[in-house]
């Protein structure tokens, strides 16, 4: 690897973000050389459903595109330009300017094949050189997404880099060079894989980590059973695969009698079967005193509950683990269960159907995307 | 104590096992007691019941006993599958996992018919020519083992045909190979060695290393299983075959494989032995007693495959009667001569990902 890879310091912000959301735009055309082999390779490799890795490819790219891009600088930012130069700030009245790490390494992890790309693209936005080592496990896709951004803009590409994979179980002291020459870290994992890659970043680098998080749906009042929620919750459930942080891993419904969550839970169980080809196992029952995980592949338990309180009771022991909920309810409770779970720690609350095409805008983990990537310097004229 | 209900019904699947020991069963016949079963499951099994209203099916509105819904083996993982009060469980057999939280567990209210289920194939398939044998075990002993049903069957058969002289050469997850091999040289009597496909490669490869060649005296046979899954990468059955000749003497046609499930009361046998004891040639298969069948289905539609094609295995197992008499596997077979073949064994499929697992979150709290 060449050790000095020229930034893009220079060239403005808008200029990439044009250029980047081009690319992306390119990439929801369903005729794109890159993205078929982007689909045959999740298909062939990493065992998604091709509908799953198509419906996946639209969610990512539909929120990298230019406008996105520019949005979601702007609400970090304020202003994108600081990227560029000083910029008078309106409300202190004081010039300030962001830069990026010049270096940062990304880390990835074998579950979901998307982070790794809008990863590298807020790294790209900040002007940073890219280093990225994906999962040996599973490569994702970002290669080929590397691979359309040389043709696309050879410049901008050639401030990224895949980094070797390294053997199995031999830790991380191999990514050495690039852990030491990186001023930023951004690491995919279980909390373990989290705490081991730490260990070979030297005391001072800025560490981001994304490790383990739960995510459930909970569905309140008559209208959360009907078909349409229900097929809206399936697809929660079988866009990533069940792999993602936003997956929800069990259903909360609010029903009195069987016979009102029974034409839900079949419904449900019927857009898995018909959308994620294959059979699904389905429970339900009662008991909230008693929620765990599935320990398996296409398991779904659903839980029924009379008081909502019983969920919020039943979330208790996750909470430091969740990330997203899917929350059906009428309104005004709607608003009131949404204070509640994010007093709880939930950092993503949406509407059934839309857990896997989270905004970019979304605070991941609770955190600001690329605001805390930078480092910034004001100007007293 | 058993209501009179299940005690008349448990009633009716001995009479039909001892029935059917050594003759096969008509459809009629089958079908009958299959219905009886699942009409008493979908009543008692809270679990079961669910997942058939959830697959639209009930008693009363099946065309066949094909379409008695099959629960997938996770389900052993996920779901309490019983007939009856936990209360009144004197047995839970586990499926091995990796670790003790992905464990399914398998509950009985009584083992009378597990163990009556044992029996008749085991003599058929092994010992079809009612040889006198010294049993070798290299197996864990039933007592060690409490909630091994591999174990636990072993002492059945140890207790049945070998009038409990049986020995075992495993303890602790270590297997007793000096003691194995001594004890083997100065065996007079023919040998019944039974074995996990793991724990006779660990044997075979000790031979191996001291360079010792046995020759076991002629009508000595083998029963290798394939561990009642997970333990170990899929040995391929051809080579453990054929290190079994060149290091014991055992012919593959002494060899038999047997197939079983933590999930299941009955097991399945390669046909070679009893074949070749009925002087019947033909390319051996897999099948079970007649209490139980086995389907091969696509894996995406549930549906029997065609023409022999491979699937995925599902079985009807009467003697499951505590829990749930289909039972869907991630095993891949396909349909051989009157049996079938069976073609590998999935993995259990375990959720992965960022998203915290059970027993992650388990070792977090604990």
């Known amino acids: ?381 | 104590m058993q209501d009179s209900q299940t005690r008349l019904l448990d009633k009716k699947i001995l009479e039909f096992i001892h029935r059917h020991a050594d003759r096969p069963s008509t459809e009629v016949d089958f079908q009958a007691l299959a219905y009886a079963v699942f009409e008493y499951q979908f009543e008692r099994n809270s679990h079961y019941r669910k997942f058939c209203l959830l697959e639209g099916k009930s008693p009363g509105r099946l065309k066949s006993w094909k379409d008695i819904p099959a629960m997938p083996a996770a389900g052993f993982k996920e779901l309490v599958l019983a007939t009856f009060p936990l209360r009144n469980a004197v047995r839970t057999f586990r499926t091995s996992g990796t670790t003790g939280q992905n464990k399914g567990a398998h509950l009985f209210d009584t083992l009378k018919l597990y163990e009556a289920a044992i029996l008749p194939s085991f003599k058929k398939y092994l010992l079809p020519d009612g040889v006198n044998l010294s049993f070798y075990f290299l197996i864990s002993p039933p007592a060690e083992s409490r909630h091994s049903s591999l174990s636990h069957m072993m002492g059945v058969v140890s207790r049945h045909f070998a009038g409990g002289k049986g020995r075992y050469y495993a303890e602790k997850e270590k297997i007793l190979l000096g003691a194995l091999l001594r004890d083997l040289r100065r065996e007079r009597k023919k040998v019944f060695l039974l074995a996990t496909a793991f724990s006779l490669k660990a044997f075979l490869d000790f031979l191996k290393a001291k360079k010792i060649g046995l020759r076991l005296p002629g009508g000595s046979r083998l029963m290798e299983t394939g561990g009642f899954k997970g333990r170990m990468k899929e040995v391929s059955k051809t080579a453990l075959y054929a290190e079994c000749k060149e290091r014991l003497g055992l012919a593959p046609e002494c060899c038999v494989s047997e197939y079983g499930m933590t999930e299941l009361s009955s097991q399945f046998y390669d046909t070679t032995l009893a074949d070749a004891a009925a002087g019947i040639k033909r390319k051996p298969f897999k099948t079970g007693p007649a209490w139980t069948r086995t389907l091969v289905v696509d894996p995406v539609t549930g549906r029997e495959t065609k023409n022999g094609a491979r699937g995925v295995l599902r079985h009807f197992d009467l003697a499951n009667r505590g829990s749930v008499l289909a039972v869907q596997t991630e095993d891949f077979g396909r349909r051989s001569g009157e049996g079938f073949e069976l073609l590998g064994r999935a993995r259990g499929a375990e959720l992965r990902g960022c998203s915290l697992s059970y027993e992650e979150f388990l070792a977090k709290t604990g």
Not at chain 1, 82 to 93: A, K, M, Q, S, Y
Not at chain 1, 120 to 128: A, R
Not at chain 1, 290 to 316: C, G, N, Y
């Open chain 1, 1 to 381: 690897m060449k050790k000095n890879i020229k930034r893009t310091e220079s060239r403005p912000i808008a200029s990439i973000v044009t250029s980047l959301g081009a690319l992306s735009s390119r990439w929801l055309k369903k005729d794109c050389p890159f993205r078929k082999k982007a689909v045959r390779r999740l298909v062939d490799r990493s065992g998604y459903a091709g509908k799953m890795a198509s419906a996946m490819l639209d969610a990512l790219f539909g929120e990298l595109t230019a406008p996105k891009l520019w949005r979601l600088l702007r609400a970090e930012l304020g202003d994108p330009r600081v990227l560029d130069e000083f910029r008078r700030d309106r409300i202190t009245g004081k010039w300030r300017r962001a830069r990026g790490p010049a270096v940062i390494t990304h880390i990835f992890s074998s579950n979901v094949p998307s982070p790794a790309i809008t990863s590298f693209v807020l790294g790209m936005l900040v002007k940073s050189v890219n280093l990225g080592k994906v999962s040996r496990r599973d490569h994702g896709f970002l290669d080929i997404y590397l691979e359309s951004l040389s043709k696309h803009d050879p410049r901008l590409a050639a401030t990224s880099r895949l980094l070797p994979l390294g053997v199995k179980g031999g830790g991380y002291a191999f990514l050495r060079g690039p852990l030491h020459r990186s001023g930023l870290v951004v690491a995919y994992g279980s909390d373990e894989t989290l705490s081991e890659i730490k260990k070979n970043i030297p005391q001072g680098t800025a560490f981001e980590g994304y490790g383990h998080r739960v995510s459930v749906g909970v569905y309140v009042g008559p209208a959360a059973r009907t078909s349409a929620v229900a097929k809206k919750a399936a697809r929660d459930v079988w866009m990533s695969g069940q792999r993602g942080c936003l997956s929800p891993l069990v259903l909360f419904i609010e029903g009195r009698k069987e016979s009102e969550v029974l034409p839900f839970a079949r419904a449900f169980k019927r857009a898995l079967e018909r959308d994620a080809k294959g059979k699904w196992l389905v429970s339900y029952d009662d008991d909230l005193s008693h929620v765990s995980l599935p320990k398996s592949d296409r398991v779904v338990p659903i839980k029924v509950f009379r008081k909502i309180e019983d969920v919020f009771k039943a979330l208790r022991p996750f909470a430091r683990w969740l990330q997203g909920v899917s929350l059906e309810a009428p309104e005004p409770q709607r608003r009131r269960w949404a204070e509640r779970l994010s007093a709880m720690g939930v950092n993503r609350i949406c509407r059934a159907g839309r857990m896997q095409v989270p905004p970019i805008t979304w605070h991941h983990d609770g955190r600001p995307n690329l605001a805390h990537w930078l480092k910034w310097a004001d100007w007293e004229e």
